[in-house]
């Protein structure tokens, strides 16, 4: 009987063929995976660093830690129309978050901040003999803060970016190496410009007028709210901007 065309031959050489079409589809494979891994990366590092959002700023621990000594001032006021003896329970309770802080052995950042402002206002209160003034400080830290953002934005050092840059470990590279992170962050810092700047636009008429009491219980009311919608803000900001690339560490010697 006769061979066909190709002879013994042919079935091994179809055989080779399916082998070489096979590699370039397990290839094809492999880089998918690998492409479908780098985007999941990207997506957990993104979300990462959006989640540092609340590490920098104290979490709502730190936002506590200012804003109740505030509320201790207007509710002793009340109770003992005295301004310094209003003064120096907020001042007390601001001595007490820092202690509880160093023995828990925590970053004390946010709560000596606080005891620090609620120092000069007590300070500033009791020598006017004015209950308002207890509350000026913070107005005007309020309106310096904006004003600081602002130009940080214009600048194109966005406040929020030397912020976080340390926290999720790029530094600077945001500004030099990563223009869309850039472009985030200066978002970011002017959302934070419009609502951190709400509080002295509501605030300083009451302060002007001597409303004590509608001062100190709006004070409070606006402490924890504004900062909580300026985080989810920026978080949201965040969420969709490039990862972060990590700043390089120098080499030990």
Request: hydrophobic fraction near 50%; avoid cysteine; aromatic fraction near 10%.
């Amino acid at each position: 009987m006769t061979n066909p065309p190709g002879g013994e031959h042919a079935a091994p050489h179809t055989l080779i063929t399916d082998n070489q079409q096979s590699e370039p589809e397990e290839s094809a494979a492999a880089t998918e995976e690998s492409a479908e891994e780098a985007a999941a990366r990207d997506e957990a590092a993104r979300k990462e660093a959006a989640d540092s959002i609340i590490q920098a700023f104290g979490g709502v621990r730190g936002m506590i830690d200012m804003t109740l000594p505030g509320l201790v001032f207007i509710v002793t006021y009340n109770l003992t129309h005295q301004v310094s003896t209003a003064a120096w329970g907020a001042l007390a309770l601001s001595a007490v978050f820092v202690v509880v802080r160093l023995l828990r052995r925590e970053t004390i950042q946010h709560a000596f901040s606080g005891v620090f402002g609620v120092a000069i206002g007590a300070w500033i209160s009791m020598h006017t003999g004015k209950a308002q003034d207890f509350y000026l400080p913070g107005l005007l830290w309020n309106v310096g803060y904006a004003l600081a953002l602002a130009v940080s934005a214009l600048v194109r050092w966005p406040l929020i970016g030397l912020t976080l840059g340390p926290v999720t470990g790029e530094m600077f590279t945001w500004r030099t190496q990563n223009p869309g992170r850039l472009a985030a962050y200066t978002k970011a810092t002017w959302a934070w410009v419009v609502i951190m700047g709400i509080k002295p636009v509501i605030l300083f008429p009451l302060y002007f007028t001597g409303n004590v009491n509608l001062l100190g219980w709006l004070k409070v009311a606006l402490g924890i709210p504004p900062m909580l919608l300026a985080m989810y803000v920026t978080w949201r900001i965040l969420l969709t901007a490039p990862a972060p690339i990590k700043a390089e560490q120098p080499e030990e010697d």
